[in-house]
């Protein structure tokens, strides 16, 4: 092993490092918590070696945010395929999504509410990004009508997942609705009784 790949992955497990502090604070104790200085606190490195990995707070949680939706991305993946038909794949990836808002509230956050200089919806989104939403496009696909713009109907299915979870997560809708509503969500995209 060379020294200059020694010197890369340590720079990579520190980046990591880094990374699961800003997550593991923020869900601890809110992103308002998360600074540089307590950060460096928390891993035992200066705040210059933080800044020699990431230009500042917004930065990291732009790297929190990608690693999320990487997090998400396999959870609403393992929703879909076990699922059998496409009401039941596109009900099992909006149950994904509200159950993976409900136990990250800090993460759903970077990647969903707060400002983060991440491109959405763009050639030029991280991977992480695309395959989260590819994944909400897949369990649409099989529902789109012949020469329906799937993209937009995806974007339509997880603009109304995204309403109902931020309004229910907010208090301004009761929770214990929350099923009837993604039911109702499911059941204008998928009649029942519609595989």
């Given at each position: 092993?060379?020294?200059?790949?020694?010197?890369?992955?340590?720079?990579?497990?520190?980046?990591?490092?880094?990374?699961?502090?800003a997550?593991?604070l923020?869900?601890?104790e809110?992103?308002?918590?998360?600074?540089?200085?307590?950060?460096?606190?928390?891993?035992?490195?200066?705040?210059?070696?933080?800044?020699?990995?990431f230009?500042?707070?917004?930065?990291?949680?732009a790297?929190?945010?990608?690693?999320?939706c990487a997090?998400?991305a396999?959870?609403?993946?393992?929703?879909?395929?076990?699922?059998?038909?496409?009401?039941?794949?596109?009900?099992a990836?909006?149950?994904?999504?509200?159950?993976?808002?409900?136990?990250?509230p800090?993460?759903?956050d970077?990647i969903?509410?707060?400002?983060?200089?991440?491109?959405?919806?763009?050639?030029?989104?991280?991977?992480?990004?695309?395959?989260?939403?590819?994944?909400?496009?897949?369990?649409?696909?099989?529902i789109?009508?012949?020469?329906?713009?799937?993209?937009?109907?995806?974007?339509?299915?997880w603009?109304?997942l995204?309403?109902?979870?931020t309004?229910?997560?907010?208090?301004?809708?009761?929770?214990?609705?929350?099923?009837?509503?993604?039911?109702?969500?499911?059941?204008h995209?998928?009649?029942?009784?519609?595989?």
């Amino acid at each position: 092993m060379t020294i200059q790949t020694r010197r890369e992955r340590e720079r990579a497990e520190r980046e990591r490092l880094i990374v699961t502090a800003a997550r593991e604070l923020a869900e601890a104790e809110g992103w308002d918590a998360v600074t540089t200085r307590r950060l460096a606190e928390e891993i035992e490195y200066s705040q210059p070696v933080l800044y020699s990995h990431f230009k500042g707070k917004g930065a990291i949680m732009a790297a929190v945010a990608v690693q999320g939706c990487a997090d998400l991305a396999d959870e609403l993946r393992a929703a879909r395929t076990a699922a059998g038909s496409a009401r039941e794949a596109l009900a099992a990836v909006g149950g994904a999504y509200t159950a993976f808002a409900r136990r990250r509230p800090a993460l759903y956050d970077v990647i969903f509410t707060l400002a983060v200089d991440l491109p959405f919806a763009t050639p030029e989104a991280p991977a992480a990004l695309q395959d989260a939403f590819g994944e909400l496009l897949q369990a649409v696909l099989p529902i789109a009508a012949d020469g329906e713009d799937t993209g937009l109907l995806t974007e339509t299915y997880w603009a109304g997942l995204h309403g109902l979870v931020t309004l229910m997560r907010s208090g301004r809708l009761p929770e214990e609705a929350h099923e009837r509503r993604l039911a109702l969500l499911i059941g204008h995209f998928v009649p029942p009784g519609t595989s």
